[in-house]
Structure formats: C-alpha cells, structure tokens
C-alpha cells in the first residue's frame, strides 16, 4: 500500500468554480501535512501547510482528519492560474517527506 | 540566483554508461535531499544528507546508485551501468535541520535522464 493515495484526477473546472480533492495517508504515525503545488515540467513548491484544526491561505483551504487519515485542499473562485498538480505530503519522519502521486487541476476560461 | 541549482538539466545517455548529476543546494541549509519522480508519480525519496553524512538511504537505491556530499555544500548523485528503468527525473532538494518539519523542502528544477 502507498503511503500516500490521491485521486489522479483530472478536475476540469471554469474560472471562478469550487473544487476539492483530497488524499489518504496510510501511517496513523504521521505528524505533519502539506500540500505542494507543481507546475507541468518544474518542480514542487510548497503551497501550504495542513493543521489539524484546518486552514486558509487566501482561496485555499485545507483540512485534515486524524481520525480517517485524510487531508482536503479546496480552491475556491479558481482562477486559470491554479492550473496545476497539487502533490499531498505527509512527514513521516522528522527528514523524510512521503510525496502523493499528485491530482491534476485544470481551469478553463 | 540563490535557489537550488542541478545540472545537468538534461541527460541523454545509452545504456551501461555512467552518468553523474550535481546538486548546489542554498548555502546555508545543511540538509540535501534526492529524489526520482517520474511520469504521473510523485517524488520518490532516494536519500539525503545532513551536512557530510548521509543518514539515509532509500531501498530504491540500488548498488549502482551513489551519492556523496563532501563537504557538507553541494552532492553529485552517480548511476551506474544505467538501465532504462533509470529514466526519470531526479530532483534535488534542500532544508534547514528542523525546518524539514515545516514541509518547506526547496527543490531544484531537476535533471531529467533519459536511457536509450
């Protein structure tokens, strides 16, 4: 089993739509969460980190469930230049981040 | 520029030839990863040093995989007898100690090996 699943996707959505996604993490030992972003052909940038008691950054949202081992990321009023992968990691250890094969996020105009 | 920086960024290579990537990480991170992604996967940790020593190595690093980091300032990763398996892209990526809890791993833009 993977440490980290994530729906694939794609989510094709227009300029201005909601979307949500999530990702499950199989190690109940897992102490921290984040979400990366990647765009096509370059490399993973730290987009935000994930509390238990769930956060913003602007349009993005993000939450996390102990309990059933799963982190949401949802992007709202999307704009075309959210157009990306967005990589769920989880910190297994205190060095070594576990990275989620990535959902794929296309806007529309 | 003060980011990560690797190089090659491209390497096209027959099998059974040796290849050797570098990475510069930010000078005043001690921490330096590598990792593979390839195609619709996302990174695959391979190791990483703390200053000189490598403290871990994953088990998808094979003997003919090595990487060293001498001085505790920038690592070369060598493959060996390169297979076609070995294509993919290997990305460099570095922290502060302690920082890496925070998740913010500073990637480089990678060097993507082909094996023909």
């Known amino acids: 089993r993977k440490e980290v699943e994530q729906d694939p996707g794609p989510f094709n959505v227009p300029e201005g739509a909601t979307v949500a996604f999530n990702c499950t993490y199989s190690n109940s030992a897992s102490q921290s969460f984040f979400w990366y972003r990647q765009d096509c052909r370059k490399e993973p940038k730290l987009l935000m980190s994930?509390?238990?008691s769930g956060n913003e950054d602007g349009r993005f949202t993000a939450q996390l469930n102990r309990a059933s081992q799963y982190i949401s990321l949802l992007i709202r009023d999307s704009k075309l230049s959210d157009s990306a992968t967005y990589l769920c990691v989880v910190n297994i250890q205190d060095y070594k981040l576990s990275f989620g094969a990535g959902t794929t996020v296309t806007v529309r105009a | 520029d003060t980011g990560v920086s690797q190089d090659p960024r491209h390497k096209i290579t027959k099998r059974g030839q040796n290849v050797t990537f570098r990475c510069d990480p930010i000078s005043e991170h001690n921490r330096l990863y590598w990792y593979r992604q390839t195609l619709g996967q996302g990174p695959e940790f391979l190791t990483y040093?703390?200053?000189?020593?490598?403290?871990?190595k994953s088990r998808l690093l094979s003997d003919r995989f090595s990487a060293e980091r001498p001085k505790g300032s920038f690592s070369t990763l060598e493959i060996q007898r390169t297979e076609q398996g070995d294509s993919a892209m290997y990305l460099c990526?570095?922290?502060?100690?302690?920082?890496?809890?925070?998740?913010?791993?500073?990637f480089g833009e990678g060097s993507r090996l082909t094996v023909l």
């Open positions: 040093f703390q200053n000189e020593a490598q403290l871990e």
């Open positions: 994930v509390y238990s």
């Open positions: 990526a570095s922290s502060l100690a302690g920082s890496s809890n925070t998740g913010e791993l500073f």
